[in-house]
């Protein structure tokens, strides 16, 4: 079976509640902080991006916060479906990369009936 | 559109062998990237593309070659396979902030 996650930090949640998956980043000279969500079997999704001027973002039953005081960045899913049960990624876009992501430590987010 | 798409999906190799990952991208996207990811890690960026007739390394390009001859098309390819290389390769392309990945290829080199 699918061997991503094995080793991942897990969240349970229940089914309806509200997740919060938190993550550090390092680079403080970052332009962009970016959310993914990678299913089973699949390649990651972009959920949502938050720039490094700004503190707060919402989307679709999805907010992202970004504390640069303590280079801490979370990602908040209201009413948490069995859909949302993925690994979810953390990353930064560096300013002057080209677009190359830095990705942080994944994790596994588990929806219990 | 069928946005990036990858072949094969899985491919056994031996030692030593050689192959190319093929990723194609109908989006018109310039940037092109390629990733590796072992169990329960993130990606490691392999090698990217700026657009046709660019590529540069990234973190992990030892063992890997790139070419970008056309705006869709960025192969991988794999000249001397070893253990260590056994892993998802992602392909993916963006055109800002989002990239869009490939749904992957399972290589394992015994």
């Known amino acids: 079976g699918e061997s991503v996650g094995l080793h991942l930090p897990t969240l349970s949640v229940q089914e309806g509640d509200n997740s919060i998956i938190n993550c550090a980043y390092s680079?403080?000279?970052?332009?962009?902080f970016i959310w993914y969500k990678q299913e089973s079997g699949k390649g990651p999704q972009f959920i949502i991006d938050?720039?490094?001027n700004m503190d707060k973002r919402q989307g679709q039953r999805v907010t992202v916060l970004l504390n640069k005081t303590v280079k801490h960045l979370s990602l908040q899913i209201a009413a948490t479906q069995p859909g949302d049960s993925a690994v979810y990624f953390c990353?930064?876009?560096?300013?002057?990369?080209?677009?190359?992501?830095?990705w942080g430590a994944g994790t596994k987010l588990i929806i219990k009936p | 559109n069928a946005g990036v798409t990858q072949t094969p999906k899985f491919r056994i190799l031996k030692i030593g062998q050689s192959m190319t990952l093929q990723c194609t991208q109908d989006m018109n996207h310039n940037y092109m990237y390629w990733y590796r990811q072992d169990p329960g890690m993130g990606l490691k960026l392999i090698y990217y593309?700026?657009?046709?007739?660019?590529?540069d390394k990234g973190e992990v390009p030892n063992g890997y070659n790139v070419s970008r001859s056309t705006t869709e098309d960025f192969p991988l390819r794999l000249e001397l396979a070893a253990p260590s290389q056994t892993s998802v390769y992602f392909c993916?392309?963006?055109?800002?902030?989002?990239?869009?990945f490939g749904p992957g290829t399972r290589l394992t080199v015994l």
């Open positions: 990353a930064e876009i560096p300013m002057d990369s080209n677009y190359q992501l830095i």
């Open positions: 993916a392309s963006s055109y800002g902030n989002e990239q869009f």
């Open positions: 938050i720039r490094s």
């Open positions: 680079n403080s000279a970052s332009d962009y």
């Open positions: 593309s700026v657009g046709a007739g660019i590529t």
